[in-house]
Nanobody, 123 residues
Framework: QVQLVESGGGLVQAGGSLRLSCAAS????????MAWFRQAPGKAREFVAR????????LYGDSVQGRFTISKDNAKNTVDLQMNSLKPEDTAVYYC????????????????WGQGTQVTVSS
């Protein structure tokens, strides 16, 4: 059994920063990658960033490249998302996800999901 719990969401002004954290429990040794996705109202869930659990190789969505940084701490079983230079269009529910195989930019490759945390960026 795997559980993912996100924290750190909130309300911030445009240009500000937030740091999200995802705490994983259970069979974390089986992870190949962890990622952050987001879903804005009326839109599909989209890929934000991914990090491989062993080697720490990162990948970012085009819309957040250069502004967001994903990092992991294997000892604590956590994955963080540092979000800088936030824009109103970053407003969404942010979800943490884990993949036991693959784990790239598509939702279908992720086995486990957190409940989400709301990020709201005001203009």
């Amino acid at each position: 059994q795997v559980q993912l719990v996100e924290s750190g969401g909130g309300l911030v002004q445009a240009g500000g920063s937030l740091r999200l954290s995802c705490a994983a429990s259970g069979r974390t040794f089986s992870f190949n990658a962890m990622a952050w996705f987001r879903q804005a109202p009326g839109k599909a869930r989209e890929f934000v960033a991914r990090v491989t659990w062993s080697a720490g190789i990162t990948l970012y969505g085009d819309s957040v490249q250069g502004r967001f940084t994903i990092s992991k701490d294997n000892a604590k079983n956590t994955v963080d998302l540092q979000m800088n230079s936030l824009k109103p269009e970053d407003t969404a529910v942010y979800y943490c996800a884990a993949a036991t195989r693959g784990g790239w930019t598509t939702l279908a490759t992720y086995n486990y999901w957190g409940q989400g945390t709301q990020v709201t960026v005001s203009s």
